[in-house]
C-alpha cells in the first residue's frame, strides 16, 4: 500500500518531555515538510527538507527538531522548549520538480 | 512572501445548492495555485489545481479558474451534497516549491 504513513494518530506529552512524530513515505518522493495547524487556522510550515541529510527551519521552527537520515522517513521532535505544543501535525511529501505536495493522515499531539 | 485571503466560514448550504468560496493571493510572479480540502480527523486531499493564468482546475465537480488580473483563484460547485462537508484551503505555491495556505473555510451541507 503506498503512501504516507504518520504514527501514532494520538500522542499525549508530560511537561518538560520531548516526544517525537514519525512521517514515513514510500512514494520516492525527495522533498518532505512538517506542518502545525491549529484550530480555525491554515497550517504552518514548521521545517522541511528538500533531499537527505539537508533540512531547513520554516516559519515556526523554535522548539522543534528534525533529522533526515533516509529518504522515507522525516521523524519531528517536539521539544520542551515548545511551549504550546498541542496541535494537529501534519507531514507532506513532494516529487522533485513538481509543485503538488501530498499530505499524511496527521498526529494530533495533546499535553496532560 | 505569498499571504492568501480566503473567505471567512462557517458556510452553510443545503444539499444541491451552488458554493463559492473566494480566495485572493498576493505573490511574485505568477505561483501555481492550489486547492486542498481537509475532511475532519484527516489530512489535506489535493481537490485541484491550476500552474497558469486562465488555466481551469477541475475535479469531482469544482472549478476554479486562475484569474491573473485579480489575483483570484475562487473555488465553486454548482450542486453540493453532504458529502462535500469539509475545511477547504486555497494555497500558492511559492518559487521554492513551499506553499502558503490560508486560513480555511469551513463548509457544511445539510441534506
Not at chain 2, 451534497?81 to 469551513?106: E, I, M, W
Request: net charge neutral.
Amino acid at each position: 500500500d503506498g503512501g504516507i504513513t504518520q504514527s501514532p494518530k494520538y500522542l499525549f506529552r508530560k511537561e518538560g518531555q520531548n516526544v517525537t512524530l514519525s512521517c514515513e513515505q514510500n512514494l520516492n518522493h525527495d522533498a518532505m515538510y512538517w506542518y502545525r495547524q491549529d484550530p480555525g487556522q491554515g497550517l504552518r510550515l514548521i521545517y522541511y527538507s528538500q533531499i537527505v541529510n539537508d533540512f531547513q527551519k520554516g516559519d515556526i521552527a523554535e522548539g522543534y527538531s528534525v533529522s533526515r537520515e533516509k529518504k522515507e522517513s522525516f521523524p519531528l521532535t517536539v521539544t520542551s522548549a515548545q511551549k504550546n505544543p498541542t496541535a494537529f501535525y501534519l507531514c507532506a511529501t513532494r516529487d522533485r520538480a513538481q509543485e503538488t505536495q501530498y499530505f499524511g493522515p496527521g498526529t494530533r499531539l495533546l499535553v496532560l | 512572501g505569498n499571504s492568501v485571503t480566503q473567505m471567512e466560514g462557517p458556510v452553510t448550504l443545503s444539499e444541491e445548492a451552488f458554493l463559492t468560496i473566494n480566495c485572493t493571493y498576493t505573490a511574485t510572479g505568477y505561483p501555481s495555485l492550489f486547492w486542498y480540502v481537509q475532511y475532519p480527523g484527516e489530512g489535506l486531499q489535493l481537490l485541484l489545481k491550476a500552474t497558469k493564468a486562465d488555466d481551469k482546475g477541475s475535479n469531482k465537480g469544482f472549478e476554479a479558474t486562475y484569474r491573473k488580473e485579480t489575483t483570484s483563484f475562487h473555488l465553486e460547485k454548482g450542486s453540493v451534497q453532504v458529502s462535500d462537508s469539509a475545511v477547504y484551503f486555497c494555497a500558492p505555491a511559492t518559487n521554492d516549491y513551499k506553499l502558503s495556505f490560508g486560513a480555511g473555510t469551513t463548509v457544511t451541507v445539510r441534506a
